[in-house]
């Protein structure tokens, strides 16, 4: 995530996110702003067909090496089951790290991937300043790397994201057609991590926007149980604040942590929550009786560590790859959810085909997925 603030800020920020699962997050975003919105181009997927996979690839030899910042939490689960699960129909080994986040832990794992001399390396989520001399690294000696939400540093890397400022659009959509544009709204953010930032570059577009949503609060904690953290936070800023009608949390925890606020205070039929991000367990949540969670905007997580491992062995192959790779998000309304009887992210997937893109990164020698 790259840190907007000065460096005793990112300190504070470094400690507080041990053992945190930021869905979609991280430290350390792009230097000069936010990655493209745009959709990956027709060049992200594969060159034509071949027959078989290329020698190594059929051998088992290619080792890709999947450095995380963090592991634990739902979203990174299943971030983590795509990628394994895309690996070996790629025909691929991924030898997996995580930090538990710890950034110089993170640092340690990429320097060991390199001198171990894989052929290609994934870094999921990291802070800038720690990973990027291991990165240089690795680029001085000829491994292809992609980088999911965080900053490599360099234009030789594949940089994959999701598309953040159309995840906090999409949501935002559907808070002012709820709110016919005004009302007071409390806002969940904590400013250095990538994906927040960009999605806070919308909210303060759409305020703008719409001069009739007034923010009267900005709360916001990330630790190693940020949704109670942010419960706690919400229910002093609404008994602070009794004419609010929404809560913008544009990360899942945050979301979480605003449900919660709002039913321990028995405000569900007038305060309702507007996310990002999803999960089994985020499902769970919004479809349960009176939730007032009734909006987000997420990528498939599985579905974006599978693209990770793509677009890594289309590197170790040689074929060309777009230098940033963006997997389009989709809105996910509660009707929708309870009318579908969606209960998990298998069906939701099954319900909105979008939130997978086999063409992106495509691998022409493995069964698509």
């Known amino acids: ?14 400690g507080l996110i041990a053992a945190v699962g930021l869905a ?7 230097a000069g702003g936010a990655a493209s919105s745009a959709a990956p181009s027709a060049a992200s997927a594969a060159p034509s ?3 078989s996979a290329p020698e190594r690839f059929a051998s088992g030899e290619v080792r890709i090496a999947l450095v995380r910042q963090l592991s634990s939490g739902d979203y990174f689960e299943q971030w983590l089951a795509g990628a394994e699960a895309e690996a070996k129909a790629i025909g691929v080994r991924l030898e997996v790290s995580s930090a538990d986040g710890n950034n110089d832990k993170q640092a340690l794992n990429l320097e060991q991937a390199v001198n171990t001399k894989v052929d290609a390396i994934i870094v999921d989520h ?15 000696a000829g491994i292809p790397l992609v980088a999911f939400d965080v900053d490599p540093g360099t234009p030789e890397a594949v940089v994959l994201g999701q598309d953040d400022h159309r995840i906090a659009a999409k949501a935002l959509e559907v808070l002012k057609a709820d ?53 706690d936070q919400a229910k002093a800023a609404l008994q602070a604040n009794p004419n609010v009608k929404a809560i913008f949390a544009p990360y899942d925890e945050f979301a979480k942590g605003a449900v919660l606020a709002v039913k321990e205070l028995g405000l569900q039929d007038r305060v309702k929550v507007y996310g990002a991000d999803i999960s089994t367990a985020d499902i769970a949540v919004m479809t349960e009786p009176n939730s007032p969670w009734v909006a987000t905007a997420a990528t498939d997580p599985s579905n974006v560590g599978r693209v990770a491992v793509r677009a890594a062995a289309l590197l170790v192959a040689g074929e060309p790859v777009d230098k940033t790779l963006n997997v389009p998000p989709a809105l996910i309304t509660q009707q929708r959810l309870r009318d579908g009887g969606i209960t998990n992210m298998e069906r939701l997937v099954a319900a909105i085909p979008e939130l997978t893109t086999p063409d992106v990164a495509r691998v022409p020698w493995a069964p698509a997925s």
């Not at 790259?2 to 470094?14: A, E, I, K, Q």
């Not at 979609?24 to 792009?30: D, F, I, R, V």
């Open 1 to 14: 995530m790259t840190m907007r603030n000065t460096r005793s800020l990112l300190g504070v920020l470094v």
């Open 24 to 30: 979609g997050c991280s430290q350390g975003a792009p």
């Open 49 to 51: 067909p071949t027959a």
């Open 126 to 140: 990291g802070f800038a300043d720690t990973v990027q001399p291991a990165i240089k690294k690795a680029v001085e």
């Open 179 to 231: 709110t016919g544009g005004t009302g007071e709204v409390i806002y969940v953010y904590v400013a250095g991590f990538a994906p927040l930032d960009r999605r806070n570059e919308v909210w303060e577009q759409f305020k703008k926007d719409n001069p009739g949503i007034k923010q009267v609060a900005q709360i916001g904690v990330v630790n190693s149980s940020t949704a109670s953290a942010v419960a």
